[in-house]
């Protein structure tokens, strides 16, 4: 019963590091949960997506040393990191980093974190007005990339594990029952509700070739005017990944360390080569950019859309520029 | 496994000024091990690391030699490159890669090899011309124009005869403008106003250029004229990698990554891509 699952978080906090959303100003975040008391799982975005949690926003990846070089930081602590209520958008979004950090050159950092990860997944029965996972093939409700994934059934939750870590963790909810064809048919009905409620689509059918196609679509110069060039939308897009790699280090050079932080294509600086070239000087080419790779270079790059369907660079936006927008302006809309 | 981001370090063995701004560094892996696995293609680049000034991609001009010693050639015009101007022989440094895709070396094979290179554009194509060189009978006709701001700003010029010498090859040089005095005999003007005198036809060759983007955006024009295919032309392209390895975003050119599909890239793969000024 639902009740039951407060006793469950309450075990949980003893053995994991819990992360869940939080009341914060008008807005969620993903904060340290102490107690069962302090989740709410009847939220709608974080303000930041869960990115925060495998990479922070400045790290210091090298120390240099006494003419030695070692890397940073150090590893982590053994207990694990449990993220609780995720959605289904943001457990997607990391399919893609781990494309990016694991695939060809493994980023120790990047993977240690991942692993440490365990994740209880929520389906979501309420879009809200900004999202459109259902198109991006990342939502309401997801077959594979959670450890535990619950579905709300109104008077009660369906619980089901998707990893050999979230069968130890299912195990330990007081007064489970197994879920019978009723629970799962309710299932599918919960979901079918959900996909009604999503105000926002995105046809994606040859939505790659047509972004390329279109990248001289007048809509570019229109966004070139209103754009504010603030970088909001990649600060809040979850599998947004770019960072700086510089140096820091004592006046003396004596030792130091290599400092990666998150960047962001839409700044001026972000293309910029040696003798102040830059090859995105304009502002809608670097707003174009953040789209196009996530409605179109992600297929060639990772095999699938980058873009989640999370909606918080839409909500983000102050001059509300929309991808589902530019996404169907592309199509000729 | 090795973290990729963690240089190697290497001492810089021998320093030879180019130009004014430009000098060529030979660098050496201290670690033995490294020094034999390190094997590089024409036309890939490596990180170079300063530490506590920072890290900086640069192509090499040569491939490792017996000693698994070899040479990156820079000009200083950034933070980066300045304090490397400023390094004695005997230098430590350190180096990460090598990264990316070079030139085509295995497939330009039997066909008549045209390289058209442009002030710091040269370096990178230094190794193909060697290549070649060594083993000249598995190659067709190599035809090298090289253009430069002006006559002191030529690199390796010691190196242009010997190249003359190499069967069956041709140079041209040409600068934008010769001030008075300098004695220059070759042609004056942009590196396409050697076209007129270029031999190479699109019958069974490949094309390789590398120097500023306005100046290939103009050679690939003149090609395209020319009757060359988009998909026998190759350029070497400069965007700011900051991690070599695809996952700093920085070098993107719609879905490429300049620092894993390229630096090298034939036309076909990128033409109508955007940011660029080809």
Known sequence: ?333 | MKDPYLPEKASIEKIRSETVDTKTYTVRLLDERKRTEFSVEPGQFIMVSLFGIGEAPFSLSSSPNSDGAFDTTIRAVGNITSALDRLQEGAIIGVRGPYGRGWPVESARGKDVLIIAGGIGLPPLRPVITKIAEERSEYGRLEILYGARTPDQMIFPDEYDDWMKIKETRLELTVDSAPPGTGWQHNVGVVTTLFDKMKTTPENSLVMTCGPEIMMRFVVRGLLAKKFAPDQICVSLERRMKCGIAQCGHCQIGPKYVCKDGPVFKLSEIQGLPDLAL
């Open chain 1, 1 to 333: 019963m639902k009740n039951d699952l407060k006793s469950w978080i309450g075990r949980l906090v003893d053995v994991y590091t819990v992360y869940g959303p939080r009341p914060r100003g008008n807005n969620f975040s993903f904060e340290r949960i102490l107690s069962p008391d302090e989740i709410s799982l009847d939220y709608s975005k974080t303000i930041l997506p869960l990115k925060k949690f495998l990479g922070p926003p400045s790290e210091a990846i090298l120390r240099f040393e006494g003419g030695g070089v070692r890397p940073l930081p150090e590893e982590g602590g053994a207990r694990k990191t449990l993220l609780f209520g995720v959605h289904c958008c943001d457990a997607s979004s990391f399919t893609v980093l781990d494309k990016v950090f694991t695939d060809e050159y493994k980023d120790d950092r990047y993977a240690r974190r991942r692993e440490n990860i365990v994740t209880v997944v929520m389906a979501c029965s309420e879009p809200e007005e900004t999202c459109f996972c259902s198109s991006m093939g990342t939502g309401p409700s997801l077959e594979r990339g959670y450890d535990v994934l619950l579905t709300d059934l109104e008077d009660r939750y369906l619980v089901e594990s998707g990893s050999p870590e979230g069968d130890i963790l299912t195990k330990i909810i007081p007064r489970a029952t197994t879920p019978g064809p009723a629970d799962f048919q309710e299932k599918k009905r919960s979901i079918e509700e959900a996909l009604k409620k999503f105000k926002r689509r995105v046809d994606t059918d040859r939505l790659p070739e047509l972004f390329l196609k279109n990248l001289d679509h007048p809509m570019w110069a229109h966004i070139r005017d209103i754009d504010l060039a603030c970088g909001q939308c990649v600060l809040v897009c979850p599998t947004c990944y770019c960072s700086d790699i510089r140096d820091t280090s004592e006046l003396t050079h004596a030792s130091g360390e290599r400092v990666r932080e998150w960047d962001c294509c839409v700044l001026l600086e972000f293309a910029e080569v040696a003798m102040g070239g830059n090859f995105r000087r304009d502002r809608g080419a670097r707003i174009r950019q953040f789209m196009g790779h996530n409605l179109s270079y992600g297929i060639e790059q990772f095999g699938r859309f980058k873009c989640v369907g999370c909606g918080r660079c839409i909500q983000a936006c102050p001059v509300h520029i929309d991808i589902t927008e530019v996404a169907s302006k592309v199509r000729g809309g």
